[in-house]
């Protein structure tokens, strides 16, 4: 098992920034890639980045693409998202995510280990 724990989520005005952590631990051996979605109300999580263990490799989604950024810190067991120049339609609940293997990194029904998710708001 792979437990995953979310921080660093709240409240920023348009234009700000945050940055989510996610700290691992566990079978952390076991996994091939990791990852940030995000979900709103009536809404399918959505796939935000994602990098390979190995870390030779980082994806994003077209939306955030250049504004966002994963990294890890492998002494810290964590992972980061920086979000900089968050817009109103940025604001859901984030969640990290983890899978041991997998083809399509964009689906969230390939991930294995998921975070309890945590709320990122961003006020117009």
């Known amino acids: 098992q792979v437990q995953l724990v979310e921080s660093g989520g709240g409240l920023v005005q348009a234009g700000g920034s945050l940055r989510l952590s996610c700290a691992t631990s566990?079978?952390?051996?076991?996994?091939?890639?990791m990852g940030w979605f995000r979900q709103t109300p009536g809404k399918e999580r959505e796939f935000v980045a994602t990098f390979s263990w190995n870390g030779n490799n980082t994806y994003y989604a077209d939306s955030v693409k250049g504004r966002f950024t994963i990294s890890r810190d492998i002494a810290k067991n964590t992972v980061y998202l920086q979000m900089n120049s968050l817009k109103p339609e940025d604001a859901a609940v984030y969640y990290c995510?983890?899978?041991?293997?997998?083809?399509?990194?964009?689906?969230?029904?390939?991930?294995?280990?998921w975070g309890q998710g945590i709320q990122v708001t961003v006020s117009s």
């Open positions: 995510a983890a899978r041991r293997w997998g083809s399509d990194y964009r689906l969230w029904g390939s991930y294995d280990y």
């Open positions: 566990g079978r952390t051996f076991s996994v091939s890639t």
